[in-house]
Structure formats: structure tokens, C-alpha cells
């Protein structure tokens, strides 16, 4: 069986987030899955400028000028499926992550793509339901289940470990699973 290749995007980037916790996470949790390789995209350490192209992504042609975007487009060029790692801030999703996704388009065409939704008392859910009308729009399509960890800056003690973890790991392997199947199927 080839290696389907899965891009994490943490699309976060604020002092102090709890973020990088929920992406240590999720990438331990995934570790072991078999047939499929997983890269961390960390939007912090590749900042984009903000969005003010001419065009959308649907119509620029031939790469972008910015070095920093062209590597981010390649870099969802570059797999079968795409998990985000989405935090909630005011129903929806932050801005970091949005600036960057307004860059994309062609890029996404046919992939599969699962979210861990993460933030106050709906665990990001909003922000996902967001995601899933922009990923739609980008060409690609979601999976049905989801991570949601509501209260997030109470599920980690001091040294990054989730508390309570096993059913939030199950539903983590089994969405992750979801994608990895869209995306064979999909790319078959
Ligand atoms: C600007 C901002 C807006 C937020 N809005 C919401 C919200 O609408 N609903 C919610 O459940 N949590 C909200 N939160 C809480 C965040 O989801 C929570 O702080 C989470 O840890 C954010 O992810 P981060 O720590 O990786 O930045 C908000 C936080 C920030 C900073």
C-alpha cells in the first residue's frame, strides 16, 4: 500500500495559545496509524502576509510572487488529505488560518479533509462548521466526524499532556481514518 500523505495545518498563531498543545497531541495520537505519514504545518513559523492579492487563488496564474505562500501552496499541493487543527474565536475561524486559506484554491481540488475543532464550550464546533463551507468551496471535501475539545486550556496539565484523553484519542483515529480512506478513494 502507498503512503497517503496528510498535511496538519495549526492555524492559530496568538502568544500563548493552547494550539501547539492540541497539535503535539493530535500528532502523538496519529503516530502509529499505518500507510500514512503525517507533516505538521504550523502557521506561526510560516507567516503569510495578509491577503491582498489582485486575484483569488482560482485565477492567479503560473506560482506566486511570495516565496512563503508558494511553499504553503505546494505544501497542500502535496497530499492526499488535510486535517486542521481549528480553534474557535468568535464563532468562527481565526484569522491567521482564514488569511492563509484565502490564498489557496486549486491546490485543494479532490482532497479529503477532517478538523479538530478546539475552544470554549461548543470545542471549536462553530469554527469547524465554517471550515467545512470553505473547504467546499475550495474543491474539497470533509469528513463527517470531528474532534471537539470543549474548555481546551483545562485539558492539559503543566507539562502539554492531555488529561481524560482516550475518548477524544478515538474520536481522533477514527476522523483520521475517515480521511485517510476519502483520500484513497478520491486519489485512486
Ligand atoms: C479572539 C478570541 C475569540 C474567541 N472566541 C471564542 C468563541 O467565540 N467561542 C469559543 O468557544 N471560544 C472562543 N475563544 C476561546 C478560544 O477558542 C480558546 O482560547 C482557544 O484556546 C483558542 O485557541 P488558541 O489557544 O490555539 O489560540 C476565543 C478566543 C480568542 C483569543
Request: proline fraction near 4%.
Given at each position: 500500500?502507498?503512503?497517503?500523505?496528510?498535511?496538519?495545518?495549526?492555524?492559530?498563531?496568538?502568544?500563548?495559545?493552547?494550539?501547539?498543545?492540541?497539535?503535539?497531541w493530535?500528532?502523538?495520537t496519529?503516530?502509529?496509524?499505518?500507510?500514512?505519514?503525517?507533516?505538521?504545518?504550523?502557521?506561526?513559523?510560516?507567516?503569510?502576509?495578509?491577503?491582498?492579492?489582485?486575484?483569488?487563488?482560482?485565477?492567479?496564474?503560473?506560482?506566486?510572487?511570495?516565496?512563503?505562500?508558494?511553499?504553503?501552496?505546494?505544501?497542500?499541493?502535496?497530499?492526499?488529505?488535510?486535517?486542521?487543527?481549528?480553534?474557535?474565536?468568535?464563532?468562527?475561524?481565526?484569522?491567521?488560518?482564514?488569511?492563509?486559506?484565502?490564498?489557496?484554491?486549486?491546490?485543494?481540488?479532490?482532497?479529503?479533509?477532517?478538523?479538530?475543532?478546539?475552544?470554549?464550550?461548543?470545542?471549536?464546533?462553530?469554527?469547524?462548521?465554517?471550515?467545512?463551507?470553505?473547504?467546499?468551496?475550495?474543491?474539497?471535501?470533509?469528513?463527517?466526524?470531528?474532534v471537539?475539545?470543549?474548555?481546551?486550556?483545562?485539558m492539559?496539565?503543566?507539562?502539554?499532556k492531555m488529561q481524560n484523553a482516550e475518548p477524544h484519542e478515538k474520536t481522533a483515529l477514527a476522523?483520521?481514518?475517515?480521511?485517510?480512506?476519502?483520500?484513497?478513494?478520491?486519489?485512486?
Open positions: 500500500m502507498n503512503t497517503t500523505k496528510i498535511l496538519v495545518i495549526l492555524g492559530s498563531i496568538r502568544e500563548g495559545r493552547v494550539g501547539d498543545k492540541v497539535a503535539n493530535y500528532m502523538e496519529v503516530k502509529n496509524v499505518e500507510g500514512a505519514e503525517f507533516e505538521l504545518l504550523d502557521l506561526k513559523e510560516h507567516p503569510l502576509p495578509l491577503f491582498a492579492d489582485a486575484v483569488s487563488g482560482a485565477y492567479r496564474e503560473g506560482k506566486h510572487p511570495n516565496p512563503a505562500v508558494q511553499a504553503f501552496l505546494e505544501k497542500i499541493a502535496g497530499v492526499q488529505g488535510v486535517v486542521i487543527l481549528a480553534a474557535e474565536y468568535n464563532h468562527s475561524v481565526p484569522g491567521a488560518l482564514k488569511n492563509a486559506l484565502d490564498y489557496t484554491y486549486w491546490e485543494w481540488k479532490g482532497k479529503s479533509v477532517g478538523f479538530v475543532g478546539y475552544g470554549g464550550a461548543a470545542g471549536g464546533a462553530r469554527s469547524v462548521e465554517h471550515l467545512r463551507q470553505i473547504v467546499a468551496e475550495l474543491r474539497a471535501y470533509s469528513v463527517r466526524d470531528q471537539v475539545l470543549p474548555f481546551v486550556w483545562t492539559f496539565d503543566a507539562a502539554g476522523m483520521t481514518n475517515d480521511v485517510l480512506d476519502l483520500a484513497r478513494k478520491l486519489s485512486a
